[in-house]
Structure formats: structure tokens, C-alpha cells
Nanobody
Framework: QLQVVESGGGLVQPGGSLRLSCVAS????????IGWFRQAPGKEREGVSC????????NYADSVKGRFTISRDSAKSTVYLQMNSLKPEDTAVYYC??????????????????WGQGTQVTVSS
């Protein structure tokens, strides 16, 4: 079974940047659509950004458009989430997930079947 692992979280000041990485064991990520989701304490899980298996399709939540960029490196079988201009409201546990259902215009969590354990992102001064 595909096992997904996130890394790159941490503590950053408002306005700072972080890059999250997502890798997988087994077959690797290249055959899957990949989504980044986040969940803050007391809030529902939110789809942040997703990328199709080919890399040709991407989508973003309105709250991160213009600040976050999702990309994938097929040679490294890795998906990245570059997060710039971070705000305190971006504080959450960020999860990477892989799925094979048809790619949609929004990140639809039920389409993703393999989830990582999450990495904490804290934006605070």
C-alpha cells in the first residue's frame, strides 16, 4: 500500500516562507493526483492545493491563491508546496494525500485514499 510522508513544517514568522515536501514508499507518487490539506485546532479539514498526476492541473483554495505554489518533480517522485507570505491563520497541521480518482477543480478529500501523518506549520511572531 502507498505510504505518504510529509516534511518541512516548522515555526515561521508572519511574512515568512516554508516549503513542504511529500514523498511516498512503494510505487512512488508519479501515478497519483496529490493534495495538500490542512486542519487547524477546532476547525474542519480544508483542501489547500491539489495537483494532477501529470502536473498539468492544479487548484488552490482562495485563501492561499497568490501565496502558495504546488509543484511536482517526477524524477524525484516528490510533490512540493511552497508557502510564501505566511499568515498566522495558515497555522495548522498540513497533510499530503494521494489519490487516483478523476482530478477535479477543487480538492475533494474523499478522492484521496492514502494520507500522511501530517506536519505542523506554525506562523507566529
Amino acid at each position: 500500500q502507498l505510504q505518504v510522508v510529509e516534511s518541512g513544517g516548522g515555526l515561521v514568522q508572519p511574512g515568512g516562507s516554508l516549503r513542504l515536501s511529500c514523498v511516498a514508499s512503494g510505487f512512488g507518487l508519479n501515478y497519483y493526483h496529490i493534495g495538500w490539506f490542512r486542519q487547524a485546532p477546532g476547525k474542519e479539514r480544508e483542501g489547500v492545493s491539489c495537483i494532477s498526476s501529470s502536473g498539468g492541473g492544479t487548484n488552490y483554495a482562495d485563501s492561499v491563491k497568490g501565496r502558495f505554489t504546488i509543484s511536482r518533480d517526477s524524477a524525484k517522485s516528490t510533490v512540493y508546496l511552497q508557502m510564501n507570505s505566511l499568515k498566522p491563520e495558515d497555522t495548522a497541521v498540513y497533510y499530503c494525500a494521494a489519490g487516483a480518482y478523476p482530478f477535479k477543480e477543487v480538492c475533494y478529500a474523499p478522492d484521496f485514499t492514502s494520507w500522511g501523518q501530517g506536519t505542523q506549520v506554525t506562523v507566529s511572531s
